[in-house]
């Protein structure tokens, strides 16, 4: 019961993108408490479960607890996360230069689905040195890619750096193979050192601004 318990948060946790640094500031709980309940050895106690039923009147409180039913008290929710993607409002990727971003350690807004597109994260853009290829206020669907030897010249990526979070094409220079060139029609070409990539995404999918 205890252990059918504790997976049903870790699945209700991993539904909704949640690591326990997120839950805890979403559900007001030390970061400790959590870890302990659902990672280590402990018990889920009635603290937590207190805590995701009134956070997330959303849950159905009959499969929190007992495992039966679905997962959420509208059966359709839970249909509409499988197919949908979460969008971080508060993260926009700028087409200059943004902070990095770690999804491990952000909580999303919202989700979206765009099902002839499907793609890991969506983001708003701000900046315009894209346009008019992409302007600032769309919000972009992109793909994590595994390989920075896949980078295709004639795409546009997200490039994840310590500090920067941005959308290029990008190409490598010919004569110093560790630097990548980030170009963009309406801001000056740069390079960035490939070790310097902390992670990297390619633009799969557009939403024009309203």
């Known amino acids: 019961m205890k252990n059918g318990l504790k997976n049903r948060v870790l699945r209700f946790f991993e539904t909704k993108m949640l690591n326990v640094n997120s839950a805890s500031r979403l559900l007001g709980l030390p970061q400790r408490t959590i870890n302990r309940q659902v990672n280590e ?6 603290e937590l479960v207190n805590a995701l039923l009134n956070t997330f009147p959303e849950i159905s409180p009959r499969w929190l607890l007992l495992g039966e039913g679905s997962m959420f008290c509208n059966p359709d929710v839970e ?3 499988d197919s949908s993607s979460p969008f971080y409002s508060e993260l926009p990727v700028s087409a200059g230069r943004k902070e990095v ?3 491990s350690r952000e909580t999303p807004s ?3 689905s765009v099902p002839q597109w499907k793609a890991e994260f969506y983001f708003p853009v701000s900046g315009t040195s ?3 290829e992409i302007y600032s206020g769309d919000i972009i669907g992109v793909n994590r890619v595994e390989s920075i030897n896949q980078i295709d010249p ?3 990526y997200m490039i994840v750096t310590n500090d920067s979070r941005m959308i290029k094409r990008c190409h490598c220079d010919e004569q ?3 630097l990548l060139w980030c170009v963009s029609p309406n801001y000056p070409s740069f390079t960035i050192n490939k070790h310097d990539i902390c992670a990297l995404f390619q633009v799969v999918n557009r939403i024009e601004r309203l």
Do not use: Q
């Not at 050895?41 to 009635?46: C, Q």
């Open 101 to 103: 971003f770690d999804p």
């Open 79 to 81: 249909a509409a996360l």
């Open 110 to 112: 919202g989700f979206i």
């Open 154 to 156: 004639a795409k546009i």
């Open 176 to 178: 110093n193979s560790e």
């Open 41 to 46: 050895d402990g018990k889920v106690g009635m």
């Open 130 to 132: 894209m346009e008019p």
